[in-house]
């Protein structure tokens, strides 16, 4: 076909089709490098149920839920979606709630959940029973209607383990636990999966030969420690126990020295800064050259008191340094003495990673055997609970949060963290610039929201050039 | 301050951090004659300090067995030539002492397995403490300073023919956890080591070695 | 019969030929399907997993498998039957032709005829029609050949012959079918039903020899037990209990209806059994047929052990608590006390009080008299007072000791004790014995320095009377304590309050007496005054000082025996806190110190005996000089490691809670494990063993036991409250 020249009204045509397709081009180039505007649309505040949001074995919660975020959120920029939380969710909930922060989804919340701000954490002892050390903290109501009466009970799957008047701070030792070990109080929970770590379980036994060496030996022995070292019978006669080989972290968990001796100050120290504990137990509190590395300073001698042995506080019976915690060093076990002051007996500090503590009681070992019928377990449960203080706990592979997040162990505290503070109750809905929008940004904001248009107005203007110019024989 | 206060205070320290001394202590029982044997614990006492270095209170203690004061001595030695018939109040103190680790040796001092000391307390023993076995002459007590290679050394009395007219082989004990709690001895070492310390001078070989075996095996095992 | 009713009669065989092959194939189709599903089913339910028959899209699946076999079968069968014609049809009926021996094919050759007369003027050219129409013609009009064939037709029952044929095709594939469908019907019906039947139908269906017989699991139990016959006792007869106990000794008998049991072992539970290898902690027992049951037997020993029997896949446990025959207790009344005698005559009167918790047999007096000293000793024993008892619990004897009888000399020492045996027949059984009272002949040159008369009560058995009526007036009172003014109770407590500080005072005096001579030492002892009695006072307390803590007697030391001055001592002290508790108007705090104080006081009691022998000689060695003199030294050896003590509590935890969950799933299992737990803590831990006996009863009642178990698992203590300080870990408290 002959090309023709095109009447003047047709070229008028072609030129505007082709003008509309630029400026739809220029138009959609605009508007993906316009910065998102304030979303105008009326605030919608989402609710779940309170089962659905806290029982982690809900199935429907994660389509059902990213739906209906989503589908909230709407494509306007910026997406922000409002909701009122009724309960702590579930720890897959509050995964994907702080997930929508990483998908430019941003998370305004009302707190409705009246949830106390538990957390709670389940330590093994370094000790081969197999014991755990558990603490809870904050365990106080932070919803207005929580009654702060409520009991903090302690549970694990075998059941209710204890009950106590609720406080912001408790702890406890637990003999075994089946796991998963939760605190409770009213409707807030915070679980903890626990695992018994692989640690080393040898000693060193630093100590001249006498009862208490002995003693020490065997009640750190019945308690399921391995123990080396070697007592110094005459001078060219010494009696092994085990296998002592050099002071190493992996090798051993704990140095227990025991008599005002001459040691290997540099070797501990090492050890020490290894990771290792150190117990400086009765007279060792005043050997002299790990004066740097001790807790406390000892004074001196307080005397026992006679009979004490027999009472429910045998320690008393006991003789005693007067310890002088230093700096920085932590108390964690005083007696009531009849001065109207508490004496300090267990004195614990960390020097670099590794820990040193400090045992102010002499000749334990008349406390197993002149103590009570439960003198020897009582004994024998302080020596493992003064070497779990010094001994350190390597982690386990459930230990290592991965995302950093605190998890069950405090739920509330978890989702704070995941998603923010909870907003105030009066303002779930205010737009983050609190600008009204203009007619032209409306306009826009719809333009945004049907990207097919645009390219459908585009599409037709070059088709209907292309066509015009074609039926005309031009190429 | 002062250097007479410096060396008050060095002096009240470096006593406050001694070593608890070893104490040699013999249970007193109701029944018989606990005493039978007055000289053993000096004998004992000098050759712990003649071997070792380790601190040893120079004299002895008597403690009743009926008395709660046992449990301050963990080794307790007992010996006699009467019968012995523990009181009810003895029986439980001595079953909680070797409960809670002591260590109680027991010597027959008439060397008479026919005897009313060796018949009765080996039956108070088993009373109180479980029927008791003979230790193997391999047993660590016979190595725990002193190597005694064939077992407990005899005394002069069973060479001499004296009491049963019988060389023992081995001593009996009671084990508990795999500890001596009871030592149980025919060879009348009361008689052998019941001499003043000071005619050790006399002794072409000492006879007293096994007891710091015992006393060593007692504060190290 | 004309060749279109010839024809027509050949055509129907075919077609009914040709029904035949497509049905076999529906029908084969139809059963590979229904096996198939069988098999499915099976491997699942042998798997434990859900039946596949059960899930929702099963007849889903079973259409869609159906109808791509039918399309398989049909397809394969249009195959077949592609060669099926009016010829094969006409050969098939005269290979059914019973008279032709061998056969004509006559029908054959004519039906080909008129097949080939009929498609030929369709099919064929011209030329060619006319060469093989006249060769078909002549055939198909041969009379010999159209006779014979209709004689061929008339011969034979094609009906007969088809109804045969089908029966012969169809019947494998439709019992196959029919079995199909039969095991999963069957399947069904089972799965509907209650599980131990569907059990034995699996069973019987998965072809296991040994289940091949169904056999009921075990169910209820008689048991029987046979006292040992010095008890003298009645068999006992149980039902179908979980736990007997029996004396050692005693024959346990256990009955049961059914097929006798594949397996019973006898296995010894608690920690002893633990340290014990297999072969020494069990063994197997044999149990007997018995009219229509069986029956097993074992003897009760000293602890206790679980009878685990095993029949049709499952396991039962009859936990038997073994306990001792304990032997006799005996008291001794009459003398109360040790006596020195000046001389050997007189009288004394002997009583004993005798039990046992199944029957005496004898009791007596036992005197043991020794002569002697040095190293000379003879020792004789005189029996005195035996009586023989029928069996009986509790008894007395009594006798009277004659002293000239028994002539003894001056220094002879006699020690009594009274013996009692049960009717137990072993002959190494041990007896009971009584506390052994002490008498000696006083030598002459004791008559100035040894009290001849008997030993006057302690001057502390004072101290016991009045500290027990001081606790009970303060107990008293106590409890009056709400209904009374505070003014009245404040009087009240203020004058027991003055009573024990007289007391304590006494206490006081024996102290300082018995350590210095001095009955006032409470009152002028001042520290630091160089005159020290061994104690101090600190805060009105009084403390030992020094090294003499053990409150021993030195050898050496001029100092009386003072073993007892430790438990005065602390009377005195704990005197001291319930006097300053009872001036305060408080007498509940004065309670807990006024216990302690008698407590202290009756061991300072005990403590108080008569020695009788004097102070060892005083030897001191001089240590600093004989310090390592010795020639010899020891060698360097090793100590043998102490074995760890198994975490018992926290063991026993765990196990308690593995029985609470496994309460939910199967509660005969439960049962079975608890029992064992309960036993085993008999003899350690009566109150946890009592615990879980409750948990026990509340599962036999069928009631919720989450409470009971609760409770047991508190009694284990494995709960300790720490304090929640700034380090890391924390200490008990």
């Not at chain 1, 309960?87 to 305004?108: D, I, Y």
């Not at chain 1, 204890?162 to 009213?186: K, Y």
């Not at chain 1, 002088?324 to 108390?331: H, L, M």
């Amino acid at each position: 076909m002959t090309p023709t020249t095109p009447s003047r009204t047709r070229s008028v045509l072609e030129r505007l089709l082709r003008t509309v397709a630029l400026l739809g081009l220029a138009a959609a180039m605009f508007l993906a490098i316009r910065p998102a505007g304030p979303n105008g649309r009326p605030a919608t505040v989402l609710r779940w149920s309170a089962s659905e949001l806290a029982d982690s074995t809900a199935t429907t919660l994660t389509t059902a839920f990213v739906r209906e975020v989503v589908a909230a959120a709407g494509d306007t920029q910026p997406r922000r979606v409002n909701m009122e939380l009724t309960a702590v969710p579930n720890q897959r909930a509050r995964g994907m709630l702080g997930a929508l922060g990483g998908a430019h989804l941003s998370v305004n919340w009302i707190d409705g959940t009246q949830a106390a701000g538990l957390a709670l954490s389940a330590t093994a002892v370094a000790a081969p029973s197999g014991a755990v050390d558990v603490r809870v903290a904050g365990a106080h109501p932070v919803g207005p209607n929580e009654a702060s009466s409520s009991s903090l009970v302690l549970r694990d799957a075998g059941g209710t383990l204890d009950s106590i008047p609720n406080t912001r701070r408790a702890a406890w030792r637990l003999a075994s636990v089946s796991p998963p070990l939760r605190v409770l109080i009213g409707a807030s929970e915070a679980r903890v999966p626990t695992r018994a770590p692989a640690f080393t379980r040898r000693v060193m036994l630093v100590a001249e030969p006498g009862w208490e060496s002995k003693f020490v030996a065997a009640a750190l022995e019945e308690a399921g420690w391995h123990v080396d070292g070697s007592y110094r019978i005459s001078p060219r006669t010494a009696v092994t126990l085990g296998v002592p080989g050099r002071l190493d972290t992996a090798r051993y968990a704990v140095v227990v020295l025991l008599d005002s001796m001459s040691v290997d100050a540099a070797a501990i120290n090492r050890f020490v800064q290894q990771g290792g504990g150190v117990v400086l137990g009765g007279d060792a509190v005043r050997i002299t050259v790990l004066a740097p590395i001790s807790p406390a300073r000892a004074t001196t001698v307080r005397g026992a008191v006679a009979g004490a042995l027999l009472t429910n506080t045998p320690q008393r019976g006991l003789e005693a340094w007067e310890l002088v915690a230093n700096r920085g060093a932590s108390v964690v076990r005083s007696d009531d003495s009849d001065h109207a002051h508490v004496e300090p007996v267990l004195v614990a500090q960390r020097r670099g990673p590794g820990r040193v503590v400090a045992s102010a009681y002499r000749n334990s070992w008349r406390w197993r055997m002149e103590g009570t019928d439960d003198g020897a377990a009582e004994h024998r449960d302080w020596w493992s609970s003064v070497l779990a203080l010094a001994a350190g706990v390597p982690a386990t592979e459930g230990d290592a949060v991965a995302d950093a997040y605190p998890g069950n162990g405090a739920p509330y505290a978890d989702l704070v963290a995941r998603v923010g503070m909870p907003v105030p109750v009066d303002r779930p809905a205010a737009p983050a610039g609190g600008r009204a929008l203009s007619a032209f940004d409306q306009r826009l904001d719809r333009l945004r929201a049907a990207p097919g248009l645009l390219f459908m107005m585009i599409a037709v203007a070059l088709l209907g050039e292309w066509a015009s110019r074609r039926l005309r024989g031009n190429q | 301050m002062s250097d007479a206060v410096r060396d008050s205070m060095r002096a009240e320290f470096s006593d406050q951090t001694a070593l608890e001394p070893f104490v040699f202590a013999t249970a007193q029982y109701e029944s018989g004659d606990w005493d039978s044997a007055p000289m053993l614990p000096a004998n004992v006492i000098d050759s712990v300090a003649r071997y070792t270095s380790l601190p040893v209170r120079p004299q002895g203690v008597s403690v009743p067995l009926s008395s709660e004061a046992v449990f301050a001595y963990p080794l307790l030695f007992l010996t006699g030539h009467l019968p012995v018939r523990f009181t009810t109040r003895e029986a439980d103190v001595l079953r909680k002492y070797l409960v809670r680790g002591g260590l109680l040796f027991v010597d027959d001092h008439n060397h008479d397995v026919d005897g009313a000391f060796h018949k009765t307390v080996r039956e108070e023993i088993r009373r109180v403490a479980g029927p008791l076995v003979p230790l193997p002459n391999t047993h660590e007590l016979y190595c725990s300073f002193f190597v005694f290679e064939n077992g407990p050394p005899t005394t002069s009395h069973e060479m001499n023919g004296w009491g049963d007219n019988l060389v023992h082989e081995q001593l009996d004990a009671v084990l508990r956890n795999g500890r001596i709690a009871v030592l149980y001895s025919s060879k009348d070492y009361s008689s052998e080591w019941s001499f003043h310390p000071d005619n050790k001078r006399f002794l072409s070989v000492d006879n007293t070695k096994f007891a710091v075996n015992l006393v060593v095996y007692a504060l190290t095992r | 019969m004309n060749d279109t009713m010839l024809l027509s009669v050949v055509a129907g065989v075919r077609r009914a030929l040709t029904r035949l092959v497509y049905a076999r194939a529906t029908l084969l189709a139809c059963s590979v399907a229904l096996s198939a599903w069988v098999v499915l089913d099976g491997v699942r339910v042998i798997r434990g997993s859900a039946p596949f028959s059960a899930g929702r899209s099963a007849g889903f699946a079973l259409g869609i498998g159906l109808v791509v076999l039918l399309l398989v079968a049909s397809l394969l069968a249009r195959r077949r039957t592609r060669d099926i014609n009016d010829v094969r049809a006409a050969l098939w009926i005269e290979e059914r032709d019973a008279g032709a021996r061998p056969a004509s094919f006559t029908l054959v050759t004519l039906i080909e005829a008129l097949v080939g007369l009929r498609s030929s003027a369709a099919e064929r050219s011209a030329a060619e029609r006319s060469a093989a129409d006249a060769s078909a013609r002549a055939i198909a009009e041969s009379p010999l050949l159209r006779a014979s064939a209709r004689s061929v037709l008339a011969r034979t029952d094609v009906s007969r012959a088809l109804r045969r044929s089908a029966r012969n095709q169809l019947l494998g594939p439709a019992l196959f079918m029919a079995g199909a469908l039969t095991v999963l019907l069957v399947g069904a019906l089972v799965r509907s039903s209650p599980i131990g039947i569907a059990d034995t139908v699996l069973r019987v269906v998965t072809g296991d020899t040994a289940m091949a017989t169904p056999i009921p699991p075990l169910g209820a139990w008689q048991v029987r037990i046979d006292a040992p016959a010095y008890m003298r006792r009645a068999p006992q007869q149980f039902g179908d209990v979980q736990n007997v106990a029996a004396v050692s000794g005693s024959t346990v008998e256990l009955r049961g209806t059914g097929p006798v049991p594949e397996q019973v072992i006898e296995r010894l539970v608690g920690d002893a059994a633990d340290t014990l290898t297999a072969s020494r902690r069990e063994r197997a027992l044999l149990p007997t047929v018995n009219g229509e049951g069986w029956q097993v037997r074992t003897v009760a020993t000293d602890g206790p052990f679980a009878l685990q029997l095993s029949r049709g896949g499952r396991a039962r446990l009859l936990i038997v608590e073994g306990r001792a025959d304990s032997i006799p207790g005996v008291a001794l009344l009459q003398p109360a006390r040790d006596s020195v005698f000046r001389t050997p005559e007189g009288s004394l009167a002997l009583l004993a009080s005798v039990r046992d918790d199944i029957g005496l047999a004898t009791a007596r007096f036992e005197l043991i008299v020794s002569s002697g000293e040095g190293e000379r000793f003879t020792a004789r024993t005189v029996p005195m007072g035996a009586r023989r008892f029928a069996g009986d619990r509790v008894g007395t004897i009594r006798a009277t000791m004659d002293i000239a009888a028994l002539k003894l000399v001056a220094g002879d020492i006699v020690h009594l004790r009274a013996i009692a045996r049960d009717a137990h027949p072993a002959s190494n059984r041990e007896y009971g014995s009584s506390e052994t009272r002490s008498f000696r002949i006083a030598r002459a040159a004791e008559y100035d320095s040894v009290a001849v008369e008997p030993a006057p009560p302690p001057e502390v058995d004072k101290s016991l009377f009045s500290q027990r009526m001081l606790l009970m007036l303060t107990e008293k009172l106590e409890k009056q304590r709400p209904t009374l003014e505070r003014k009245t109770l404040m009087s009240e407590s203020v004058r027991i309050g003055r009573d024990q500080a007289r007391l304590r005072q006494a206490v006081g005096d024996v102290v300082f007496q018995r350590l210095s001579g001095d009955v006032s030492g409470e009152h002028s002892h001042t520290v630091g005054d160089g005159h020290d009695h061994g104690v101090e006072q600190q805060q009105g307390k009084l403390a030992l000082s020094g090294g003499n803590v053990g409150g021993v007697l030195e050898e050496g030391d001029d100092s009386p025996v003072i073993a007892i001055n430790q438990p005065l001592l602390e009377a005195y002290n704990a005197m001291w806190d319930a006097g300053r508790e009872l001036e305060q108007g408080d007498p509940k705090a004065a309670i807990p110190h006024m216990r302690l104080a008698l407590a202290a006081i009756e061991r300072a009691r005990s403590a108080e005996r008569l020695y009788l022998r004097g102070k060892p000689p005083t030897v001191i060695v001089d240590i600093a000089k004989v310090r390592l003199a010795g020639k010899d030294t020891g060698a360097t050896n090793l100590r043998r490691e102490r074995e760890a003590l198994p975490p018992r509590e926290a063991r026993r935890a765990a196990r308690l809670v593995v029985a609470a969950q496994l309460v939910t799933s199967d509660v005969s299992v439960a049962r079975d494990s608890l029992a064992v737990l309960r036993v085993e803590a008999l003899g350690d831990s009566p109150a946890f063993a009592a615990a879980v006996g409750a948990v026990l009863d509340a599962l036999g009642r069928s009631a919720d036991a989450t409470e009971a178990f609760v409770r047991a698992r508190r009694v284990l203590g494995g709960v300790v409250r720490t304090d929640a300080g700034a380090w890391s870990r924390g200490v008990p408290r």
